[in-house]
């Protein structure tokens, strides 16, 4: 039995991870962290007498083998430090880490002795889409991103779509795109900014999480795009890193990195 805590339990991502530890044999739900978290979700969500519910950092326990967390940007660098630090393995989908707040957390899990994931996306469709796309940054290197959300996301730009852009990166050299003396008659409408690659952010009601990165060459173009239609699409990658934290030596960051 894998021992599970859910940061982030009452939000749209946390609502299917306890769907997926219910129907998962081997994992058991232990522990569930929200700030509005309260008793009375216990009968409205179902939860098991066992369940502990904790709506404040300082007051969880230790108990689990893993701290899943689909919490929010503000809030991952703090809960992840909590959980490497009280024994846990971090299963990480919040966005917002910086590359620093990584490094860190990388060092806890090693001086702890700990296994974990860190994944922008836990959705096959968007590892390969992040593959292909810094495999084709070799022969197309100008390239911008478009990512479309639902529009209750928080941050912008998609974990996803900076993840793709850094990856990209490493296949191009930083350039500027379009004219040089290219000027925007209304403010931010070329995009965001990533070593010269252009990410634009789209957000909607009716869509989930979509992202575009369209290569442009001379007289031809590509386009790669990926779509998750439904966030069930997340959960075989969260059962695996599940399956795998433990054992993995250190953060590890990347679904594809445990495929
Ligand atoms: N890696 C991946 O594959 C995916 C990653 N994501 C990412 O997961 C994160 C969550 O997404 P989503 O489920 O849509 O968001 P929601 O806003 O629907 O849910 C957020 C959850 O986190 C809780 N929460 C918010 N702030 C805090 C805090 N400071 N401490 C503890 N709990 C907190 C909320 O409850 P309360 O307000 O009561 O605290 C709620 O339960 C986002 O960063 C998103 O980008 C999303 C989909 C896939
Ligand atoms: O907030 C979301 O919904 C998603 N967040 C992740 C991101 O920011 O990349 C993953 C996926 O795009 C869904």
């Known amino acids: 039995m894998i021992k599970i805590l859910v940061a982030g339990y009452s939000g749209s991502m946390g609502q299917q991870v306890l769907k997926l530890i219910d129907e998962t044999p081997d ?4 522990a569930v962290f929200a700030l509005g978290a309260t008793e009375n979700d216990r009968q ?3 939860l098991g007498e066992q369940v502990k519910i904790y709506n404040e950092l300082s007051q969880i326990e230790q108990g ?6 689909f919490t929010a940007p503000s809030a991952v660098f703090e809960n992840v430090k909590f959980a ?3 024994g846990m393995c971090p299963v990480v989908g919040t966005t917002g880490l910086t590359d620093e707040e990584l490094v860190e957390l990388k060092q806890l899990a090693l001086a702890q002795q700990l296994g974990g994931l860190v994944a922008p996306n836990f959705g096959m469709s968007a590892v390969l889409l992040m593959k292909f796309a810094k495999e084709a940054a070799k022969y197309f290197p100008d390239v ?5 959300h639902h529009d209750n996301k928080k941050d912008a730009p998609s974990g996803t779509a900076l993840m793709t852009a850094k ?3 490493q296949n191009r050299l930083p350039h500027h795109q379009g004219v040089a003396d290219e000027t925007e008659t209304l403010a931010h409408v070329r995009g965001g ?5 252009k990410l634009h952010s789209v957000r909607l009601p009716g869509y989930v999480a979509h992202e575009q990165v369209l290569f442009g060459g001379a007289g031809e173009a590509l386009t790669i795009r990926q779509d998750s239609f439904d966030r069930a699409s997340f959960m075989s990658g969260v059962k695996l890193a599940v399956k795998k934290a433990q054992a993995l030596d250190g953060l590890v960051v990347g679904l594809e990195n445990i495929l």
């Not at 994992?27 to 232990?30: A, M, Q, S, W």
């Open 167 to 169: 990856l990209i990166a």
């Open 84 to 86: 490497l630090k009280h």
């Open 27 to 30: 994992f058991e739900l232990v």
């Open 64 to 69: 689990a083998d893993v701290w899943i967390d």
């Open 144 to 148: 911008e991103i478009i990512e479309m």
């Open 193 to 197: 900014d990533y070593e010269g690659i």
């Open 44 to 46: 409205r969500l179902g």
